[in-house]
């Protein structure tokens, strides 16, 4: 790959303005993985407290919400193995990657109560 002089300088003009933007988007997806993470502590510490069926629905949707958050991270983090060799992938392409992926379906598709066939039509 040859860079002519401009194309070079535009890309080091570019360069932090990037790399600003990505370090913003992995900050986001870190601060929501750790925000699942709580909300997970959080609905096992408070099943005592609830019925059978409420806890199952908050352990879903938190389960769901951690992996969800984990595979976006892993995307942002290394879009090489999502098939993104020389730029990364927007926001859209994703969003695909995680509505595609098998395991998030499965989470979804994964109904025991009405109440959790109700969160799942709002969430997908």
Known sequence: MT???????????EYPDRLQRALTRQSRAKTALK???EQIEE???DGDDESGDATE??????SYEQKKAQLELEVRRNPQDYGFANTKPTE???RAILQTNKELSTMRATTT????????????
Do not use: F, H, P, Y
């Open 3 to 13: 860079m002519t002089l401009a194309s070079l300088q535009m890309a080091l003009e």
């Open 35 to 37: 925000r699942i993470k």
């Open 43 to 45: 609905a096992e510490s």
């Open 57 to 62: 629905d908050q352990n879903l949707r938190a």
């Open 92 to 94: 859209s392409t994703i």
């Open 113 to 124: 109560t009405g109440a959790q066939a109700v969160w799942r039509n709002k969430v997908c």
